[in-house]
């Protein structure tokens, strides 16, 4: 080969290579479905009523593979300060509509995300890094929240009481909040979203969200769909406003009056911070932080049924959600048979774990560097204090973020290890003598989430449900920590925040109450039959 020829394909190859290291996954048609979603190379990350924005651009990785996917621009301070008071704005006008007239508002976008199901669920998968199952089913969540919202529009209580003095009567008003503000983690970015959304919109409330900044394509995605609604029906889009952005911009959220209620989710520690913050002026907040969740297995248990139960709940979701499991508390009687069934159980989805988006994947990767090597981290603490690696313990080497789910025995329970969350796949099994012990080993840590109980004796059942029971805001039996229903109040207690969200009377948190005393008698008449004067 000539030099001139050997320089020209040389050329040819570096040009091919530069190209091939700048492209973003939207630009391939694999991604197809990006498109679908208006996403587009470049994204503007702030919606209150117009999609403007100021502030720096972030690029947007996929955990699978580590590449780019595409770009979104952040919200400048101002650019906050222009949604907010879009917001404020636009709630003088949503709060007068009628509670079943907004419920219909949310009726329509649960069937427009309905319309957006599987690309809105194949960008989860995308940009966060969960199975493709599981997006979809992230997707749902937020489909079943607007039908339960449905229902609520029509249903939202107020009380007429007794009132003690003749021609008097109380009554129990619900007022909305206002414009509140929401702020989301990266591992359900449209769930926790439409916990929120959905529940305070039909109490008449706005909001401004703040969503985590490693899953902004996501956040645009799901606010472009809301905007479509509510520009069909003439609604204000401020209604819903949309302001990615970092630290400055959730600070900012955070202290700011005018945001009634605060819902964040996150870490246990950003979340006491931002509870003080919300309390110096006085305002809501809704916690829903971290856990560190166990599952008792009794002597009694029936262990297929446990063993179906604990793949998914310690190691779907690569341990990344706050209800995955992180601690066996086994019953002596039968700790070695479970952690020998354990073990096999997990070298049966070994071969299982990649891709997110293909059919086969059962694990999918750590969602950031960061993650990965807190898992590296955690399992070289583990062994340096004395823990055995029973499975896993590995980095998978190949593109993105994969590592192996990962079963420790040998620490004891009261370990600082065991006692602090790793978000990873990580368990740590560890023996109990009786269910008693169980209890305490589960009710020892400062998170206070999910818990779950496997046996087959009813007195068990209600000795774990009842006040000696566990002490978390979600108490399981035969059934894993994790996969919560929209109808149940989700949240826990302790460092887990004490917040609910979604079902029962969760929506009190997006409402304000006044006792109302009317006088139609004609007279004064005071309570506790107090005389004053003449009368």
């Given at each position: 080969m ?14 091919v ?47 699978a593979n ?43 976008i ?25 997006a ?27 009132s003690?003095?003749?021609?008097h ?9 206002g ?41 645009v ?45 996150g ?53 990344q ?84 789910p990962?079963i420790i ?7 600082p ?77 302790k460092?887990?925040?004490?917040g ?28 506790q ?5 003449d009368?």
């Open positions: 000539s030099r001139l020829l050997q320089r020209v394909v040389g050329l040819r190859f570096k040009y290579m530069a190209r091939n290291a700048s492209s973003y996954l939207i630009e391939d048609p694999k991604y197809s479905f990006l498109k679908d979603l208006g996403l587009d190379k470049k994204n503007v990350g702030v919606f209150n009523g117009k999609w403007e924005a100021n502030g720096p651009m972030i690029q947007t990785f996929s955990p580590g590449k780019v996917i595409a770009e979104v621009q952040a919200a400048s301070v101002a650019d906050y300060e222009s949604c907010a008071k879009a917001a404020q704005d636009a709630w003088h006008e949503w709060a007068e509509m009628p509670a079943p007239a907004r419920g219909e508002i949310v009726r329509q649960g069937d427009a995300l309905r319309e957006k199901l599987q690309p809105l669920g194949q960008l989860v998968s995308l940009e966060m890094g969960k199975i493709l199952p599981e979809i089913g992230e997707v749902v969540e937020y489909i079943h929240v607007c039908d339960l919202a449905l229902g609520l529009s029509r249903s939202l209580p107020g009380t007429i009481f007794p003690e003095r003749p021609g009567v109380l009554i129990e008003k619900w007022n909305p909040l414009a509140i503000g929401i702020i989301t983690a990266f591992n359900f970015p449209v769930a926790v979203f439409g916990w929120n959304s959905a529940i305070a919109m039909v109490c008449g409330d706005v909001s401004v969200w703040k969503p985590s900044e490693t899953t902004p394509l996501i956040s995605a799901v606010t472009k769909i809301v905007e479509s609604v509510l520009v069909k029906n003439n609604i204000p889009g401020a209604v819903a406003a949309l302001c990615v952005g970092g630290k400055d911009i959730g600070q900012t959220l955070v202290k700011d009056h005018r945001m009634k209620l605060v819902s964040f989710t870490s246990t520690a950003v979340g006491q911070e931002v509870g003080v913050e919300v309390q110096k002026r006085f305002g809501r907040h809704l916690l829903e932080l971290g856990g560190n969740n166990a599952i008792i297995v009794n002597e009694d248990a029936n262990l297929q049924l446990l063993l179906n139960a604990a793949l998914f709940a310690c190691a779907g979701t690569a341990g959600r706050c209800t995955t499991t992180r601690r066996l508390l086994i019953h002596k009687k039968v700790y070695s048979e479970v952690v020998s069934k354990l073990k096999k159980a997990y070298a049966s989805v070994l071969s299982r774990i990649g891709d997110p988006l293909e059919s086969e994947s059962l694990i999918g990767p750590l969602h950031t560097p960061a993650a990965l090597q807190a898992y590296k981290d955690t399992v070289a603490a583990a062994v340096k204090q004395g823990g055995t690696i029973e499975f896993g313990g590995k980095v998978i080497e190949r593109e993105g973020y994969f590592v192996e990962t025995t040998g620490l004891p329970h009261d370990s290890l065991v006692k602090t969350e790793c978000f990873a796949p990580i368990v740590y099994c560890i023996e109990i003598p009786d269910l008693e012990t169980g209890i305490q080993y589960n009710n020892e840590v400062e998170q206070g989430l999910s818990s779950s109980l496997f046996t087959e004796n009813m007195g068990n059942v209600f000795k774990w449900i009842g006040p000696h029971g566990s002490d978390c805001g979600i108490v399981n039996v035969n059934i894993p920590t994790n996969g919560a229903e929209v109808g149940g109040a989700f949240g826990g207690e460092a887990t925040g004490g609910r969200e979604c079902g029962s009377d969760s929506w009190k948190n997006y409402m304000r109450r006044s006792t109302v005393t009317i006088n139609y008698s004609g007279t004064i008449k005071l309570a039959n107090i005389k004053f004067g009368d």
